[in-house]
């Protein structure tokens, strides 16, 4: 278990890496892909081996909005306590 931890932490890290390059890019494709994306920002020699390749950075987007939207929510519902 504690080996399945630490490997799913290092693959968390690496998506943080890449959701803060893009949140502070301008213009990027959001149709690219986000194995060959991660493979250029974090100079990998090929894209990891997790990812499948129909994941686009448009859903790394999406996911981050509807995170930081449950979070939003949850401290408006604490401060209406």
Do not use: C
Request: aromatic content about 8%.
């Amino acid at each position: 278990m504690g080996r399945n931890i630490q490997t799913l932490t290092s693959y968390l890290k690496d998506l943080m890496k890449i959701i803060s390059y893009l949140t502070v890019m301008q213009h990027i494709d959001m149709e690219r892909s986000l194995g060959q994306f991660m493979r250029n920002v974090l100079e990998l020699e090929k894209s990891p081996a997790y990812l499948k390749g129909d994941i686009q950075l448009k859903h790394v987007r999406d996911v981050w909005l509807l995170l930081k939207y449950t979070q939003t929510d949850a401290l408006m519902k604490n401060e209406q306590v």
